[in-house]
């Protein structure tokens, strides 16, 4: 497991000392596709400052949060941490994570944030440690939004923009999520769209869910 250290852009995002707010409407997806999911063990990569991991936890699950901030990890572990629910810093799922050891995991709006080796190499370790027939869910930045193609920062590959600081934003079409996915049975697939009040433009995400088939 590759440990990362603070040079990395997204510990600006976490300067603060609490929790960014929660994104109420994939919110409420989520909470409807872990009242359907079976199991009670979940890996939420990219947890980010641990908002959307202590509200599973609170709905009954262990909850596993791993992220590349260390200001987030910290941010996470302040607000909650007890046995059911830990945080980890890492770029990748730990390799010390067994086989076949989540029964759900959760991605939100983290993987249009990877290069595309990156994401393959993640998606990889995803199938490892997800049951078969576990749960995944993931959220996705789409081309529908109306803030693509960003011209103001650098196409560094086909869809995939550096923003000027050294974060990356992929816009997944779907056709790419169709590819990407292939290993999952996908059960939903839906656009949740809003206008972005820093943006003023029309914000626009992939909601995908399925089970992983072996």
Not at 49 to 54: A, K, L, R
Not at 64 to 72: E, K, L, M
Not at 119 to 147: I, M
Request: proline share 3%; hydrophobic share 35%.
């Amino acid at each position: 497991m590759k440990i990362i250290n603070t040079s990395t852009p997204w510990e600006n995002e976490y300067k603060q000392s609490r929790q960014a707010p929660i994104y109420e409407q994939l919110w409420k997806i989520l909470q409807e596709f872990l009242k359907n999911s079976h199991g009670k063990s979940i890996l939420d990569y990219g947890c980010g400052d641990g908002n959307y991991s202590i509200l599973m936890h609170n709905m009954g699950f262990k909850v596993i949060g791993i992220d590349v901030s260390s200001n987030a990890i910290e941010i996470a572990e302040n607000s909650c941490s007890t046995e059911n629910l830990t945080f980890h810093i890492a770029d990748s799922v730990p390799e010390k994570f067994p086989e076949n050891s989540f029964d759900i995991v959760i991605m939100l709006n983290v993987l249009h944030c990877l290069s595309n080796w990156k994401r393959a190499e993640l998606l990889g370790q995803t199938r490892r440690v997800l049951k078969n027939k576990g749960h995944f869910f993931a959220s996705v930045l789409s081309t529908n939004d109306e803030s693509y193609p960003r011209h103001e920062w650098t196409e560094v590959e086909p869809s995939t923009f550096d923003d000027g600081s050294g974060k990356l934003f992929h816009f997944f079409s779907l056709e790419e999520i169709t590819n990407e996915f292939e290993f999952l049975n996908i059960s939903h697939m839906d656009i949740l769209e809003n206008v972005h009040p820093e943006v003023g433009k029309k914000s626009a995400l992939h909601i995908i869910a399925g089970q992983n088939e072996k």
